[in-house]
T-cell receptor, first 113, second 113 residues
């Protein structure tokens, strides 16, 4: 069965600094990978997705992620953090693209002024 | 286009009672998935409905059930509530045509006392 591991339950960066949120996946078949963001008292918003096209995926709000099969990773990055990026971020995987997505435990991003 | 709506947003129930949660997907979307989010277990997939049929099911006891109507609206029912059922229940809709993008509602916060 597929699964994801997010390294670091909390990440703190200064405003303007690089954001790097780590995600490693496990899947017996080529995976579909996603990053979602959740703001307090809200649902999840899709940031970006990898569905076996380009390995470097660009998403909304300046985020991007690179699929690295050799490392089974799908890390999320943003060159310059903004205060509004403070939220919880979830990496998710699904096999064969069905809607049974498996989520990581989440990483809470704090942005310091 | 209106987003995914969930009602009610907050609910307090007593152990042993049952509860029904409602989800209205984005217009034109035929797939509705349900997730449970708790601090301890994170985000867990409950089930997915597509064209009124359950297409996928997670690893939850039979007390958790759902259905989908011809207009794609979905309901989730939990019978014989337990304290551990306290959670944020999220509904997500997608076109169901394997575009793999799920759009989440704001969730229903269920508290069992």
């Amino acid at each position: 069965a597929q699964s994801v591991t997010q390294l670091g339950s909390h990440v703190s960066v200064s405003e303007g600094a690089l954001v790097l949120l780590r995600c490693n996946y496990s899947s017996s078949v080529p995976p579909y990978l996603f990053w979602y963001v959740q703001y307090p008292n809200q649902g999840l918003q899709l940031l970006l997705k990898y569905t076996s096209a380009a390995t470097l995926v660009k998403g909304i709000n300046g985020f991007e992620a690179e699929f690295k099969k050799s490392e089974t990773s799908f890390h999320l990055t943003k060159p310059s953090a903004h205060m509004s990026d403070a939220a919880e971020y979830f990496c998710a995987v699904s096999e064969r693209g069905n809607n049974d997505m498996r989520f990581g435990a989440g990483t809470r991003l704090t942005v310091k002024p | 286009k209106a987003g995914v709506t969930q009602t009610p947003r907050y609910l307090i129930k007593t152990r042993g009672q049952q509860v029904t949660l409602s989800c209205s997907p984005i217009s034109g979307h035929r797939s509705v998935s349900w997730y449970q989010q708790t601090p301890g277990q994170g985000l867990q997939f409950l089930f997915e409905y597509f064209s009124e049929t359950q297409r996928n099911k997670g690893n939850f006891p039979g007390r958790f059930s759902g259905r989908q109507f011809s207009n794609s609206r979905s309901e989730m029912n939990v019978s014989t509530l337990e304290l551990g059922d306290s959670a944020l229940y999220l509904c997500a809709s997608s076109a169901g045509t394997r575009d793999y993008e799920q759009y989440f509602g704001p969730g229903t916060r269920l508290t069992v006392t």
